[in-house]
């Protein structure tokens, strides 16, 4: 019996870019990034895939998109019309749409170093993004996030997925994109409760990672709810860089067990499948933050005074605090429609141990392996309690 | 406009053992691997898949496996029966293979610390790596490739995929097993077709990696012939410990252009293809080094001595330096039969320039970035002149 033992690093990078109006002619950022790259190649070849959501908001995106690359003298060429499909966590759960996107590919002649542009909202570029990494064992692949979610968390971020036997994300992979344009201009189009619950996922990484940008959360509220662009940009750009800092030095593609970055994610998910998916993803992250900083507090880990900071920074930004579906069948723990399901999926998905993140303080989480059902149950009266 | 640049390193590790009788209740391999891993686990579930060509020529294999996990008290729970599935390259053309598999990891509720096992030849461990990879964005995969082939060459490496559009691997991904168990039992049922055609990558890899492997093949086409078994463990360690090496400092995920394991390959996939698949791989393979190496002594680069070794060792071998399926329409450049539309499928799958391993020594490998179609003719015309 003899063994050889296999080791090997695999480097990873890719560009987070910040501009407004990716497609006006006079603004170079793509035009750079395949330029930058053509070595060796007399062309290169684009297939542009569109939110139906953004083409609505935007019904000259098309256009000038085309524009865009009819400018490149032929080192560039845009394949076919660029493909609109459905955007939303609905179009997850079509695995026609995936195969749609592959078939172009092919059709296309798209190869590894050719490029799929995505241009939507998370659960799109999710869905593009892995019909791209897994044509020819991966293809190039260009996100350009529309939304406030995507551009500050699972957009810059390196997971892609659809979903599958009623269960969220479980086919995908992990796979860098090539690059990512964060443009600030689709998000003039953002209906308020979009733009809002974007706002939570900045609340979260800023919960367990970082005291001051909580604080420069909670002090530019009015800002935010009056949609001031400035402000927004800040907030995108600073929690973009503690999602890639945070990437970068864990574990990016998820080897063990832990997922900090899903703090409030357990009930988060749940949420949204029992609300059949009414709620938007940052409201429903809203509401896990809630219970799981509830739950903290009531285990003795986070001060009361910090538990109160949390809970009225999400109620000044308008998110609610409780939904009746937290409390569905709460004392029947065998009930499918209770919640604390979602404590089990959570574990099943990321495999391993159950590996919840907690807070101890503003700006610091720290992980368990148990959560106690009752205090969850306490957690969510509290909240009932409150929210009345 | 502002950037922010990610960059990280994924360290990835895996053993590759070479063992004798792995479901042999005394064998304590697969019994270790998974006990090495319990931290904090109850039990590890395990599900197994295996080519029905394996079953058939050991028909107690089953059996063999459920006895060996019912002796790991609770432990490791071994999922179901296992699952039997067609194997050969035909097997990676049938998607609904593919889905089976995901059901049932979805079904028994794998989640991604716990195990697929997959027993069989090089394309069935494709499709089920494939299905592995992207179920919960990544399962633990086991591969225990049963034929010379996988065991020296695809079965150790870091991709999986299946066929789609007619093309080979067009689905797949780059993610390392996490372990490979050679088992040299499994050897003594294949055909002696089989058996030979497996030393056509060995044959490979020590022309482009290392003459002294090469002489050593030389020197024992007599114990290979008669299926010496000490001499086959030999030939697939070696060739698996160069695989090894290669993929660890060179491009694991092909993030490049560069594909020198490939030797030869650009025209083996072809007739693969062209032959509708009544060749075996390892023969394309040899057909393929035949061409490369007569096109490589055409071209000036290897002495006529060395691809006469080259051409003498492969005939010793009783592979064909030869089929008609060379010469179809080979006048024609634009006729779909012809061979050499092998060269844009081959560089159109890996994307970026045309990059052709050729050689200038034996031992010794030598990357072009184009080949020159006469001269290809030339050797085509020369193998046949040879084989007549």
Not at 95 to 124: C, E, P, T, W
Not at 279 to 293: M, Y
Not at 310 to 330: A, G
Request: hydrophobic fraction near 40%; include cysteine; glycine fraction near 8%.
């Amino acid at each position: 019996m003899k063994t050889l033992q296999q080791s090997f690093s695999v480097a990873f990078q890719y560009p987070v870019h910040f501009t407004q109006g990716i497609f006006q002619q006079e603004n170079p950022l793509i035009r750079n990034i395949f330029s930058a790259n053509l070595n060796g190649y007399a062309k290169r070849k684009v297939f542009v895939v569109i939110d139906d959501g953004v083409q609505k908001c935007f019904p000259t995106l098309h256009q000038e998109i085309k524009n865009y690359f009819s400018t490149f003298n032929g080192s560039i060429e845009l394949c076919g019309e660029p493909l609109i499909i459905p955007g939303g966590e609905f179009s997850k759960n079509d695995n026609g749409l995936a195969r749609q996107i592959i078939k172009a590919i092919n059709d296309f002649g798209i190869d590894r170093h050719s490029y799929v542009i995505a241009i939507g909202g998370g659960a799109m570029l999710d869905l593009v993004g892995f019909a791209a990494a897994i044509a020819h064992r991966g293809i190039r692949h260009i996100r350009i996030p529309t939304t406030v979610l995507s551009q500050n968390d699972s957009g810059v971020g390196v997971k892609n997925g659809i979903n599958a036997f009623g269960k969220k994300n479980f086919l995908g992979t992990f796979v860098p994109p090539y690059a990512v344009i964060n443009d600030s201009q689709f998000l003039t189009s953002l209906h308020d409760r979009d733009w809002r619950s974007g706002i939570a996922e900045a609340i979260k990484v800023a919960l367990i990672k970082d005291a001051s940008f909580f604080k420069y959360i909670e002090e530019h509220t009015t800002q935010l709810l009056s949609r001031d662009m400035a402000t927004m940009e800040q907030v995108i750009y600073h929690c973009a860089e503690l999602h890639l800092n945070h990437i970068r030095s864990g574990d990016p593609f998820e080897l063990g067990t832990s997922r900090p970055l899903d703090f409030g994610h357990w009930s988060a998910h749940k949420l949204e499948q029992l609300t059949l998916y009414s709620i938007r993803h940052g409201e429903a992250v809203a509401l896990g933050i809630a219970l799981d900083s509830t739950y903290s507090y009531l285990s003795g880990m986070l001060p009361e005074r910090e538990l109160e900071k949390i809970l009225s920074l999400l109620k000044t930004l308008k998110f609610e605090l409780y939904i009746p579906e937290m409390s569905f069948h709460l004392e029947d723990e065998q009930h499918p429609l209770n919640m604390m399901n979602g404590l089990n999926e959570f574990r099943e998905h990321l495999g391993g141990v159950l590996t919840i993140m907690l807070l101890e303080q503003i700006g610091r989480g720290v992980e368990v392996h148990e959560m106690n059902l009752s205090k969850i149950r306490e957690a969510v009266r509290l909240l009932e309690a409150r929210s009345k």
